[in-house]
C-alpha cells in the first residue's frame, strides 16, 4: 500500500538525505522522537506542537516559511 503522505527529499552531500516533513504529521505525533525537522509550508506561525520534540530535537528548519520574526520562546533561544 501506498503513503497517502508525500515526502520530499533532498540530498544534502554533508549529511546525507534530508526529507521535508509536513505539519499534518507534526500536528498528529508522528514525528515524535526525531532529531531533523524541515518544515517548509509558507508558515506564518511558530507550529507549538515542535516544543514537545525537545528532547530529541538537534536540528529544527523553518526556511522558507513566512515567520516575522524568532519563533522560538525565549526559553529556547
Known amino acids: 500500500m501506498i503513503s497517502q503522505v508525500a515526502l520530499a527529499?533532498?540530498?544534502?552531500?554533508?549529511?546525507?538525505?534530508?526529507?521535508?516533513?509536513?505539519?499534518?504529521?507534526?500536528?498528529?505525533?508522528?514525528?515524535?522522537?526525531?532529531?531533523?525537522l524541515k518544515l517548509s509550508e509558507s508558515l506564518t506561525t511558530f507550529p507549538s506542537e515542535i516544543?514537545?520534540?525537545?528532547?530529541?530535537?538537534?536540528i529544527l528548519d523553518l526556511s522558507h516559511n513566512h515567520l516575522a520574526r524568532n519563533p522560538l520562546p525565549p526559553a529556547y533561544q
Request: glycine content about 8%; aromatic content about 2%; proline content about 3%.
Open 51 to 58: 516544543l514537545s520534540l525537545a528532547d530529541t530535537l538537534e
Open 9 to 36: 527529499v533532498i540530498f544534502n552531500i554533508d549529511s546525507g538525505p534530508i526529507i521535508l516533513h509536513t505539519l499534518a504529521q507534526l500536528k498528529s505525533g508522528e514525528l515524535a522522537g526525531i532529531q531533523h
